[in-house]
């Protein structure tokens, strides 16, 4: 069993950074490949990034490449999300995701993750 508590949500004006936080216990992370997905109000929960479990691959949606960057520190077991360059269509609940994984692959399908956060709110002003 593992838990997830996401932090580093907040307010912030378009243009603006933020870093996301996510704390796991339970089980050490090294062993297991994260992500991070969103979801805005009335709409489906959507991959935004991924990261094998040894932290050498990773993947993106399209719309925050190049703004966004995943990264893990298994010896502290937390997973990160910077945010640069904000739009107001990043706003969404964020939640951190894992799963375990016997190799180093990248999951980008929620359906394949096992544990969740709650989630933290990001909300981009205009």
């Known amino acids: 069993q593992v838990q997830l508590v996401e932090s580093g949500g907040g307010l912030v004006q378009a243009g603006g950074s933020l870093r996301l936080s996510c704390e796991a216990s339970?089980?050490?992370?090294?062993?297991?490949?994260m992500a991070w997905f969103r979801q805005a109000p009335g709409k489906e929960r959507e991959f935004v990034a991924a990261i094998s479990k040894s932290g050498i691959t990773t993947d993106y949606k399209n719309s925050v490449k190049g703004r966004f960057t995943i990264s893990k520190d298994n010896a502290e077991d937390t997973l990160y999300l910077q945010m640069n360059s904000l739009k107001p269509e990043d706003t969404a609940v964020y939640h951190c995701?894992?799963?375990?994984?016997?190799?180093?692959?990248?999951?980008?399908?929620?359906?394949?993750?096992?544990?969740w956060g709650h989630g933290t709110q990001v909300t981009v002003s205009l």
């Open positions: 339970g089980r050490p992370v090294r062993n297991y490949a």
């Open positions: 995701a894992t799963r375990l994984s016997l190799n180093d692959d990248i999951y980008t399908t929620k359906a394949t993750y096992d544990y």
